[in-house]
């Protein structure tokens, strides 16, 4: 069984690593087959993982297009390279590596990409839709003949920056412009000139090429510039002396010694001091190329998606700035962008506030469940207390105790009621199966030790009645009674039950089978002196009746003697009144008494022969018995006009012969004591009750009246003792002595109506089965 049970256990594990193989392989599959069948993007980067515009972008674009897309990146690194070789070499590998994929939509960052791509796009991406970004020098005619391009232009908008600037400061004296030698440096230069001339009121410093200012020079002259001047920085990457700047630093530097605040037109310097600006933004060129990528990728034809000219620049602020330069945010037009605000301590700790409260949330719930718990386990013990006492002292008032034997560790636990019925003080008991059977009568040992066995076999139960002795030496009887509790693969582990001291009941039980002895004893004298002293009785009586007719017949001889003999009238007179007369009178009481002593000694002598007639106990068949009866007093039966009716009968453990009296009687009397006024009826009926066979015989004579039913079972009683019908009171005590006999029971039943039930019960032979 155990061997099956392990193979079976072999081979579900097999079948479930099986499983869980097979799954994986699938899930594999699944997730390659779905890798590959994702749309396949291109991002052509102009430039290097590493500047701020160009990860700016790749967040931007990524922001949009997420896992659904499958994405590839080529940087071209555009700053550090840029030789027409190099882009033969970048030519010849994307051919390479994209000859044979099919591309859905590519994506170009900044000038480099653009142009790249406008030149070779045909070559090498045929049929490949192209969403350019972050292009600065866009020209229409660049796209006339490619219906695959569309884009988002990268504008610098530098009239709004100026708007912006007089509008949030609309005091302002002095504004400083800074820009390089670079071709964007001078045309931005150039078109702030143009817009400075419609605001001749402003003081308007242009510290651009022409004035070739290195940085430090750049520095030192917005360090002097006087106060209510607001600096516009459109770009410095590059000194007089062509070297590039790290625009970063420089900003800093500016921001620190500036009299007010900087703005700009690009992201890329915020947060080095720019007080904000409306700027162009490489996240926010990457994310509207993301859109039109997808909007592509969803099924828009390219030459539905129009080129997208202002939506990626935001009106973008740093708070610190503004905060510096006392610039409220009210006044900042709607939409604006705000980097640096200091977070509210909620903002800040959002998470930890919100998994903290969660988990204060789930330790009150906790506790109030534990809480309720308490409470319910409270009432429990309270509950369990009480029943506890209730059993406690129902033990107690039973002398009684409970027990447990753990048969593993062969710890036998006694309640505390135990100890007291084994004589023992409390703590004494050492708990073990050995100190148990060290407190029997070693006459018992045995029958317990068996009694255990077999309920631990689960053959029985464990009952038992034996006796213990006490340490002060006196025997004590006990009764056990007990269950066992088995383990899953049917090993008895505990047993427990109840013990309870029946010394007082063994005793009386001892007394009555005393007394009972005695008084089988006694009865049996009884008989003997009934049944000698009215066998012994007769022989004199019949010897009184013998001599009374002697007596009789001396008389009449002595009458005749004293007629022939001449006696004198009066003494004659005397002798014949004594001889005639009195003689006779006392004679016939002498013999009437002497009749009825003869007659109650036949009775006596009847009763007393039941009760030491030797029984023959079998299973009789009452129906069989019933009509061997009824067959016998068929002629009275019919010379009464009477009818017998007996019903289907149980059978019944008892002496034919003596049973057959009993109903022989009954139906007897039924005929005896029948009605003058009807014929006599007389129903036998009988079932099973509770191991008895109880059977009623009901007639319709004259009844008994309640007063005579207790002492009808007497010996010699008689209802009417002057009734004509001839009795002797014994059929009724006969019936008694034999129901005695049988150990059962005979009564008389109320009945409506005429008539009288007599019913015996007699132990059935169901039971005993
Ligand atoms: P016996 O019939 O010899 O007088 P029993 O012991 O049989 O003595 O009956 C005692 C008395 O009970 C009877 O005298 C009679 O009056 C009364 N008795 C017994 N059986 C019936 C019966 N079936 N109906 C009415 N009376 C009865």
Same mark, same amino acid.
């Given at each position: 069984?155990?061997?099956?049970?392990?193979?079976?256990?072999?081979?579900?594990?097999?079948?479930?690593?099986?499983?869980?193989?097979?799954?994986?392989?699938?899930?594999?599959?699944?997730?390659?087959?779905?890798?590959?069948?994702?749309?396949?993007?291109?991002?052509?980067?102009?430039?290097?993982?590493?500047?701020?515009?160009?990860?700016?972008?790749?967040?931007?674009?990524?922001?949009?297009?997420?896992?659904?897309?499958?994405?590839?990146?080529?940087?071209?690194?555009?700053?550090?390279?840029?030789?027409?070789?190099?882009?033969?070499?970048?030519?010849?590998?994307?051919?390479?590596?994209?000859?044979?994929?099919?591309?859905?939509?590519?994506?170009?960052?900044?000038?480099?990409?653009?142009?790249?791509?406008?030149?070779?796009?045909?070559?090498?991406?045929? =049929?490949?839709?192209?969403?350019?970004?972050?292009?600065?020098?866009?020209?229409?005619?660049?796209?006339?003949?490619?219906?695959?391009?569309?884009?988002?232009?990268?504008?610098?908008?530098?009239?709004?920056?100026?708007?912006?600037?007089?509008?949030?400061?609309?005091?302002?004296?002095?504004?400083?412009?800074?820009?390089?030698?670079?071709?964007?440096?001078?045309?931005?230069?150039?078109?702030?000139?143009?817009?400075?001339?419609?605001?001749?009121?402003?003081?308007?410093?242009?510290?651009?090429?022409?004035?070739?200012?290195?940085?430090?020079?750049?520095?030192?002259?917005?360090?002097?510039?006087?106060?209510?001047?607001?600096?516009?920085?459109?770009?410095?990457?590059?000194?007089?002396?062509?070297?590039?700047?790290?625009?970063?630093?420089?900003?800093?530097?500016?921001?620190?010694? =500036?009299?007010?605040?900087?703005?700009?037109?690009?992201?890329?310097?915020?947060?080095?001091?720019?007080?904000?600006?409306?700027?162009?933004?490489?996240?926010?060129?990457?994310?509207?190329?993301?859109?039109?990528?997808?909007?592509?990728?969803?099924?828009?034809?390219?030459?539905?998606?129009?080129?997208?000219?202002?939506?990626?620049?935001?009106?973008?602020?740093?708070?610190?700035?503004?905060?510096?330069?006392?610039?409220?945010?009210?006044?900042?037009?709607?939409?604006?962008?705000?980097?640096?605000?200091?977070?509210?301590?909620?903002?800040?700790?959002?998470?930890?506030?919100?998994?903290?409260?969660?988990?204060?949330?789930?330790?009150?719930?906790?506790?109030?469940?534990?809480?309720?718990?308490?409470?319910?386990?409270?009432?429990?013990?309270?509950?369990?207390?009480?029943?506890?006492?209730?059993?406690?002292?129902?033990?107690?008032?039973?002398?009684?105790?409970?027990?447990?034997?753990?048969?593993?560790?062969?710890?036998?636990?006694?309640?505390?009621?135990?100890?007291?019925?084994?004589?023992?003080?409390?703590?004494?008991?050492?708990?073990?199966?050995?100190?148990?059977?060290?407190?029997?009568?070693?006459?018992?040992?045995?029958?317990?030790?068996?009694?255990?066995?077999?309920?631990?076999?689960?053959?029985?139960?464990?009952?038992?009645?034996?006796?213990?002795?006490?340490?002060?030496?006196?025997?004590?009887?006990?009764?056990?009674?007990?269950?066992?509790?088995?383990?899953?693969?049917?090993?008895?582990?505990?047993?427990?039950?109840?013990?309870?001291?029946?010394?007082?009941?063994?005793?009386?039980?001892?007394?009555?089978?005393?007394?009972?002895?005695?008084?089988?004893?006694?009865?049996?004298?009884?008989?003997?002196?009934?049944?000698?002293?009215?066998?012994?009785?007769?022989?004199?009586?019949?010897?009184?009746?013998?001599?009374?007719?002697?007596?009789?017949?001396?008389?009449?001889?002595?009458?005749?003697?004293?007629?022939?003999?001449?006696?004198?009238?009066?003494?004659?007179?005397?002798?014949?009144?004594?001889?005639?007369?009195?003689?006779?009178?006392?004679?016939?009481?002498?013999?009437?008494?002497?009749?009825?002593?003869?007659?109650?000694?036949?009775?006596?002598?009847?009763?007393?022969?039941?009760?030491?007639?030797?029984?023959?106990?079998?299973?009789?068949?009452?129906?069989?018995?019933?009509?061997?009866?009824?067959?016998?007093?068929?002629?009275?039966?019919?010379?009464?006009?009477?009818?017998?009716?007996?019903?289907?009968?149980?059978?019944?453990?008892?002496? =034919?012969?003596?049973?057959?009296?009993?109903?022989?009687?009954?139906?007897?009397?039924?005929?005896?004591?029948?009605?003058?006024?009807?014929?006599?009826?007389?129903?036998?009926?009988?079932?099973?009750?509770?191991?008895?066979?109880?059977?009623?015989?009901?007639?319709?004579?004259?009844?008994?009246?309640?007063?005579?039913?207790?002492?009808?079972?007497?010996?010699?009683?008689?209802?009417?003792?002057?009734?004509?019908?001839?009795?002797?009171?014994?059929?009724?005590?006969?019936?008694?002595?034999?129901?005695?006999?049988?150990?059962?029971?005979?009564?008389?039943?109320?009945?409506?109506?005429?008539?009288?039930?007599?019913?015996?019960?007699?132990?059935?032979?169901?039971?005993?089965?």
């Amino acid at each position: 069984m155990y061997s099956c049970r392990k193979r079976l256990s072999f081979w579900f594990i097999v079948t479930v690593g099986v499983a869980v193989i097979v799954c994986q392989l699938f899930a594999d599959q699944l997730q390659s087959q779905a890798r590959y069948n994702k749309p396949r993007v291109l991002i052509v980067n102009s430039y290097n993982k590493g500047l701020k515009w160009s990860d700016g972008i790749m967040e931007g674009i990524e922001s949009v297009l997420s896992a659904e897309f499958d994405i590839s990146v080529e940087y071209m690194d555009c700053k550090r390279y840029l030789s027409d070789t190099y882009f033969k070499a970048l030519y010849d590998l994307y051919e390479l590596k994209y000859n044979d994929v099919d591309l859905d939509i590519i994506i170009s960052t900044d000038d480099n990409a653009y142009q790249f791509l406008l030149e070779n796009h045909q070559s090498l991406f045929p =049929a490949v839709p192209v969403v350019f970004c972050g292009v600065n020098n866009f020209d229409p005619g660049q796209i006339a003949e490619k219906p695959l391009f569309t884009g988002v232009l990268e504008q610098l908008h530098l009239d709004r920056n100026i708007d912006l600037v007089m509008r949030l400061h609309p005091a302002v004296e002095n504004i400083i412009v800074i820009s390089d030698d670079t071709t964007n440096g001078i045309a931005n230069s150039r078109r702030i000139r143009e817009i400075s001339k419609s605001l001749p009121r402003v003081n308007w410093l242009f510290y651009d090429s022409k004035m070739e200012l290195d940085e430090k020079q750049l520095v030192s002259l917005v360090s002097k510039a006087p106060q209510n001047t607001v600096v516009y920085y459109t770009d410095y990457f590059r000194d007089p002396d062509g070297n590039l700047v790290d625009y970063e630093k420089l900003m800093q530097k500016l921001s620190q010694v =500036a009299p007010g605040p900087i703005y700009t037109q690009s992201d890329i310097y915020l947060g080095y001091g720019v007080a904000g600006g409306y700027m162009v933004s490489g996240f926010y060129q990457g994310k509207v190329a993301g859109e039109i990528a997808k909007k592509i990728l969803t099924g828009t034809p390219v030459e539905k998606v129009p080129i997208v000219e202002e939506g990626a620049n935001k009106y973008m602020f740093d708070y610190q700035q503004l905060q510096r330069w006392k610039i409220s945010e009210n006044i900042l037009p709607p939409g604006s962008i705000m980097i640096n605000r200091p977070q509210s301590f909620y903002y800040q700790y959002k998470v930890m506030i919100w998994s903290i409260s969660g988990a204060f949330a789930f330790l009150a719930i906790v506790i109030l469940a534990l809480f309720s718990a308490l409470l319910y386990r409270r009432k429990i013990e309270t509950k369990l207390r009480i029943r506890e006492k209730r059993y406690s002292f129902a033990l107690q008032a039973a002398r009684s105790g409970s027990w447990e034997w753990d048969i593993i560790t062969n710890d036998l636990f006694w309640s505390e009621h135990v100890e007291p019925l084994f004589g023992f003080e409390k703590g004494r008991f050492s708990g073990t199966l050995e100190a148990f059977m060290d407190c029997i009568l070693e006459q018992d040992r045995q029958k317990v030790s068996q009694a255990i066995e077999k309920a631990l076999q689960g053959r029985s139960d464990y009952y038992i009645e034996h006796r213990i002795v006490w340490p002060d030496k006196t025997i004590h009887w006990v009764s056990e009674t007990g269950t066992v509790e088995y383990d899953k693969t049917g090993r008895p582990v505990r047993m427990f039950g109840i013990v309870q001291d029946i010394t007082q009941r063994r005793h009386y039980e001892d007394e009555r089978e005393k007394l009972l002895h005695r008084l089988k004893i006694k009865n049996e004298e009884l008989q003997s002196v009934v049944y000698t002293a009215s066998h012994d009785l007769k022989s004199p009586l019949v010897n009184v009746q013998g001599f009374t007719g002697e007596l009789i017949r001396d008389c009449e001889s002595l009458i005749k003697y004293c007629e022939s003999q001449s006696i004198t009238p009066s003494v004659w007179q005397e002798i014949r009144t004594m001889i005639k007369e009195n003689i006779p009178v006392y004679i016939r009481y002498i013999k009437t008494s002497v009749d009825k002593m003869s007659m109650l000694l036949d009775g006596l002598l009847k009763v007393s022969r039941i009760g030491t007639q030797q029984l023959n106990f079998e299973n009789l068949d009452m129906n069989e018995l019933l009509e061997n009866i009824k067959r016998e007093m068929s002629y009275q039966v019919t010379k009464l006009n009477g009818t017998i009716d007996v019903e289907r009968l149980p059978p019944c453990m008892g002496d =034919a012969r003596q049973i057959n009296q009993l109903f022989t009687n009954l139906i007897d009397n039924a005929l005896k004591y029948r009605s003058p006024d009807r014929p006599p009826a007389i129903q036998i009926s009988g079932k099973y009750e509770n191991g008895f066979c109880v059977y009623s015989v009901r007639d319709n004579g004259r009844g008994i009246l309640p007063e005579h039913t207790k002492h009808i079972f007497e010996i010699f009683y008689r209802l009417d003792p002057s009734s004509p019908v001839k009795g002797e009171g014994l059929g009724l005590t006969i019936v008694q002595r034999i129901v005695d006999r049988h150990d059962g029971r005979v009564w008389i039943e109320p009945v409506e109506g005429h008539g009288a039930c007599f019913c015996v019960a007699i132990k059935s032979t169901l039971m005993l089965k």
